[in-house]
């Protein structure tokens, strides 16, 4: 048997009595806690008057929890609260004052009309048509005008295009006429003298002619896409007798003739 020393014999003792008093400590019945807890009135006092819970429509009430949360109790009938049911976030009714209600936009009676969309406004510059030149008479000019079936006929000198008092007066008459038909335009077959084999020639005299007759009739008024010109040249079988030193000014729809030409005084 092996000898061993009183002190380790002694500490050994007293561990084991340590080890045995837990044991039996853990092993006995926990006995209720009392504790004991003193409060300050002071403390009390600056905290305040607890807050009235609000009212509920159903009878219940909401409270304020610490953390933050709103509570709501059972109604007088005993049935929860709206914020009891699980699942529930029925919010609080609010009761606002007077002057809140007041400061409230009105409520309008009808839905507002359709918004009314406009073209943008475009602002295209106009060129207006630049007038030609006046033709003044020429005394000295051999000419004549004679009426004919919707229009006037005008005889120049050969290889002229100028024209005297009697032929311009003749072509403002016809623009007098006109005028009390808008819904007409005019037109100017131009004749010129000169040889078949140069087309040119003819074209060119009959050109100065016509233009000079629609520089008349835009000076008396009639508007310049009314009147079409024809540099037509030598006469063909369509010009109804006209000869080669002429012009016909006519309304539309109405063919040139001389059979009903008479002088134009």
Do not use: W
């Amino acid at each position: 048997m092996r000898y061993i020393s009183p002190p380790f014999r002694r500490r050994s003792l007293r561990g084991l009595i340590v080890l045995g008093a837990a044991a039996v400590g853990l092993s006995a019945p926990i006995a209720g806690a009392h504790a004991q807890v003193t409060t300050s009135r002071n403390a009390l006092d600056a905290l305040g008057a607890p807050r009235r819970p609000a009212m509920l429509p159903d009878g219940g009430s909401m409270s304020a929890s610490p953390t933050g949360t709103t509570t709501s109790s059972t109604a007088g009938n005993g049935n929860p609260a709206a914020g009891d049911i699980p699942g529930s976030h029925a919010p609080a009714t609010a009761i606002a004052s007077p002057a809140a209600i007041a400061s409230l936009p009105p409520v309008a009676a009808r839905p507002p009309d359709n918004p009314v969309l406009r073209p943008p406004e475009l602002h295209v510059p106009l060129h207006p048509f630049p007038m030609p030149p006046e033709v003044k008479a020429d005394p000295q000019a051999r000419g004549r005008a004679e009426r004919i079936t919707g229009g006037t006929r005008l005889h120049f000198a050969p290889q002229s295009a100028e024209m005297n008092s009697r032929m311009i007066a003749a072509l403002q008459t016809f623009a007098t006429v006109m005028q009390k038909l808008p819904d007409q335009h005019i037109s100017i077959a131009a004749y010129g003298e000169g040889r078949a084999d140069d087309p040119s020639t003819p074209r060119r005299i009959a050109l100065s002619r016509g233009l000079a007759a629609r520089s008349v009739l835009l000076h008396a008024g009639i508007a310049p896409t009314r009147i079409y010109v024809r540099a037509v040249g030598l006469p063909d079988e369509n010009a109804h007798g006209a000869g080669t030193d002429c012009i016909d000014v006519t309304r539309s729809g109405v063919v040139a003739s001389n059979t009903t030409g008479s002088p134009s005084r």
